[in-house]
């Protein structure tokens, strides 16, 4: 690696001529120069701190006075520049703009006080970056520009020496692009109109006091990106204004934005701006373009509240701690995801709610109901297929009941084709509490578990464990899973189905039927018209038309099955594949077929 070179003085430093300080000629690390003064003069230097090799990783150039004004020409000067009203005497390092541009090293600007991009910075040589620090505010008066190589910027940084706090800015009024490398800047506030474009790069924004924020007052697209996949666009701050929209390759791209608070406490509002949030209004998040828009980070405890009509043409993720509610519409052209949080919506009226995915991630909570509580006298009233599928995410004890008849087609689109996501699913608990249709119908359910792991069942109940699921129908729609596949449940242990109908197809390789899987407790006046298929696989059979499996000491009373039933191995049946219970008045009409022990 190479090594250090250090030309410091302490009130003055006067560096001319050339400084090497290279990886080796078989492969190593650039190493690290710096020159540094409180007044510093660098005329026409040349500093090489390069990976010869191409095996190692590009050095850095530090440059460390009191005050920097990057000005025109490739030269620097000791001269007194007063260029500033408040703090310590005139005291600013002028250094040629020219000299930066041609670096074959990273720079880093530190000052105490402040640094000024006067005049225009364009970094020739590839993957060079520049990284500028001060204790106070730097202001970008002028164009910067990279060839590749990240461009850093942090005014109100104790790191060199002292964070002045309130004032001390990142001020821009000129662009910053770098043609693929990253750019962050950091500021007590990051104000003004310059627009930032990293190209293929990441950009992060972060406003680092309290009482700062984030206000960009340019028009048209001010943060550009190309929305490569994978890329990232963060804005972080307590208040954020977004006159300048945020255009990162719109929903054919694949960048996403992510917008928090500073303080974890602050609250957010994605509708209005009162002050005492970290509030957007609609315009502002109708002029993001991006594959994907997150808020938050998952540490924010202040809630989340959505007061105004959310529309997205993309993804919407929101990521908390703390309660996430919304009193106005919600739409959502892509994935709407929940990574953290308890969204909370239980009001006779509910706001609309749309998504073309959804998915709920574990230990985040979605509630969407026009009532109730939960008890076994006051259920839950399930509103839409929302507020069904978040049913896995509350407590598996709780009663709930349909409020009308549940369009569920849209799930064939969830969750990357896997669909929705069986209630109680895994190898935890089951379904104990008591889910009650009202006489109404769930049509076009989707699930597509066959690649899964999942053992303990599949259907739209995953485990029942004591619970009941009754006064129920499910049209169309189809479940496909490899072990204990039904369309009402996949397992029962001591649950009871009872007054349920189901027309829904079911495909599955061991033990899998037309109403459930693996039957343990007790199934009456049920019955299943869908076809159900078993697939030839190691372990495969036991396909019924009703319940693929009925185990010792169930019970299926005054129920039957009419699709047809086809498997590619043994124990098939038109009704029940493999019986060690009790079936009584029961019976089977669909055509049946199969390899071995098959009966109607």
């Not at 590009?58 to 007063?82: E, F, K, M, T």
């Not at 300048?244 to 303080?263: E, F, H, M």
């Amino acid at each position: 690696n190479g090594g250090k070179v250090i030309a410091w003085g302490t009130e003055s430093a006067q560096v001319h001529g050339s400084i090497s300080a290279r990886g080796g000629t078989q492969g190593g690390d650039g190493g690290f120069v710096e020159t540094s003064g409180r007044y510093l003069a660098v005329d026409a230097i040349r500093v090489d701190t390069s990976a010869r090799a191409g095996r190692g990783k590009r050095g850095n150039w530090l440059l460390d006075p009191y005050d920097i004004d990057v000005v025109q020409g490739a030269g620097g000067s000791l001269g007194d520049v007063d260029q500033f009203a408040e703090g310590p005497p005139a005291t600013s390092t002028s250094i040629g703009a020219d000299v930066i541009s041609n670096a074959s090293s990273n720079v880093t600007l530190q000052a105490l006080h402040r640094i000024n991009f006067s005049s225009a910075v364009n970094m020739v040589n590839a993957g060079v970056g520049l990284s500028a620090t001060a204790g106070e505010t730097i202001n970008v008066y002028a164009a910067i520009s990279t060839n590749g190589g990240n461009v850093n910027l942090s005014a109100n940084d104790a790191s060199s020496g002292a964070a002045l706090g309130l004032g001390s800015n990142i001020n821009l009024a000129a662009p910053v692009s770098t043609h693929g490398g990253n750019i962050s800047l950091s500021g007590a506030s990051i104000t003004g109109a310059g627009v930032l474009n990293p190209g293929n790069g990441n950009l992060s924004l972060r406003a680092n006091l309290a009482a700062g924020d984030i206000h960009l007052t340019g028009s048209g697209s001010q943060l550009v990106a190309s929305g490569v996949g994978g890329q990232s666009i963060t804005l972080q701050a307590d208040s954020i204004t977004l006159a300048g929209g945020i255009q990162a390759g719109g929903t054919a791209g694949g960048a996403n934005v992510t917008i928090k608070p500073l303080s974890s406490a602050r609250a957010i509002d994605l509708g209005s701006k009162s002050g005492t949030a970290l509030g957007l209004s609609t315009a502002e998040l109708a002029g993001i373009s991006a594959a994907s828009l997150t808020i938050g980070d998952g540490t924010n405890t202040g809630g989340i509240l959505i007061s105004d009509a959310l529309t997205t043409a993309g993804d919407l993720r929101f990521n908390s701690a703390s309660a996430i509610t919304a009193t106005a519409a919600v739409s959502v052209g892509g994935q709407f995801a929940l990574d953290g949080g308890a969204w909370t919506q239980n009001a006779p009226a509910l706001a609309a709610f749309s998504a073309r995915g959804f998915s709920i991630a574990p230990g985040a909570s979605f509630l969407r109901v026009t009532g109730g509580d939960g008890g076994t006298a006051t259920p839950y009233l399930i509103a839409d297929i929302y507020g069904l599928q978040g049913i896995g995410s509350l407590g598996l004890g709780n009663s709930y009941r349909l409020g009308g008849n549940i369009d569920a087609s849209g799930t064939l689109n969830w969750n990357q084709g896997t669909g929705f996501v069986p209630i109680a699913s895994g190898d935890g608990a089951g379904y104990a509490g008591l889910f009650d249709g009202g006489g109404f119908s769930i049509n076009g359910l989707y699930i597509n578990a066959a690649n899964a792991s999942v053992t303990s069942g599949v259907g739209l109940f995953g485990k029942l464990q004591g619970g009941t699921v009754q006064n129920l129908g499910l049209q169309n729609g189809r479940v496909t899973g490899s072990n204990n596949v039904g369309a009402v449940a996949g397992i029962s242990l001591g649950g009871t189905l009872e007054n349920i109908h189901s027309g829904t197809a079911v495909v599955g390789a061991n033990t899998a039927g037309g109403l459930v899987g693996s039957n343990g407790g007790s199934v009456r006046n049920a019955s299943a018209s869908g076809d159900v298929a078993g697939v030839n696989a190691d372990n495969a059979g036991n396909i019924g038309g009703l319940a693929g499996m009925n185990q010792a000491g169930a019970s299926i009373t005054a129920s039957y099955a009419t699709g047809s039933v086809t498997g590619a191995r043994a124990n098939i049946g038109g009704l029940v594949g493999h019986n060690a219970g009790a079936v009584t008045q029961s019976y089977a009409a669909g055509a049946v077929s199969g390899a071995a022990n098959i009966g109607g």
